[in-house]
């Protein structure tokens, strides 16, 4: 089953490794430049953005996985 997530642009975008896309997502929501540069906001905004809409599909595809049980 492939999985897609849509960004804030508007792009949709196939996640090949949830976990991993996760563990990603959720370093890159956090950086910054030190000191910090206006673009900062935006980005940690489109990274906070795809690591909740990542996990969101975790939690869902456990649902479904422990109603399959």
Known sequence: MKLYITDLKGCRIEVTDLDKAIKQTDFFKDCHH???VE???E???YWVD???KL???KKQLN???NEND
């Open 34 to 36: 030190i000191p910090p």
């Open 39 to 41: 673009s900062d906001k």
């Open 43 to 45: 980005r940690q905004a």
């Open 50 to 52: 795809m690591y909740e």
């Open 55 to 57: 996990t969101v599909l």
């Open 63 to 65: 649902q479904q996985e």
